[in-house]
């Protein structure tokens, strides 16, 4: 089980944040190519906007909508990924494709309620959608693992010198505090 701390440290936070919202602007640009690569319209963009409007006003609020859930989850990435498990690289794409895998059988509800279903390609059973899926999620997991582990280095492990004598028990003047601040003094001469 990881031994996740409740503690939240504020700036690493609003880095993860800003991180988040990087990446998921970085696949709001990247939508358009992946939506010709992949032959699907799925589009994150146009599922958020057209959510809350169907006027004009769609994209935009979608566009805002998008970062804001990518900041979200950078914020909380921040927090969690340091606990993981795993090599550092692989921390955003594992959380990014955990996310996906426990989301998108929700599709089915979108396809059912969604305001604009008649407007959106169908996503439960869409293969084509899935995998397009799935790269936006290594894209955005990649680039925001990436871009919190710069802004968020791992702080450097405390080295602290042991000290002890030839019969292994230790060093008396180290014990009771001698030297500066209890630490044993060298002397190089």
Request: with cysteine.
């Amino acid at each position: 089980m990881l031994g996740l701390s409740l503690g939240i440290d504020r700036t690493r936070t609003l880095r993860g944040a800003a991180s988040g919202a990087i990446a998921a602007c970085l696949w709001t640009l990247l939508q358009p190519l992946d939506k010709r690569a992949f032959g699907c319209r799925y589009d994150d963009i146009e599922l958020l906007g057209k959510a809350i409007t169907r006027g004009d006003g769609w994209y935009a609020l979608g566009v805002g909508l998008h970062l804001q859930n990518g900041a979200v989850f950078g914020a909380a990435y921040a927090n969690v990924a340091p606990q993981l498990p795993l090599a550092p690289a692989l921390r955003g794409p594992a959380m990014a494709l955990t996310e996906l895998f426990a989301t998108w059988p929700l599709s089915a509800l979108s396809d059912r309620h969604h305001p604009a279903r008649d407007e959106l390609p169908t996503l439960r059973g869409n293969r084509r959608a899935f995998y397009q899926a799935i790269w936006r999620h290594l894209l955005f997991g990649v680039a925001l693992g990436e871009l919190e582990r710069r802004l968020n280095p791992e702080p450097a492990p405390l080295i602290v010198e042991a000290v002890y004598s030839s019969n292994g028990h230790g060093d008396i003047e180290h014990a009771v505090g001698a030297g500066a601040g209890g630490a044993r003094e060298r002397s190089d001469g």
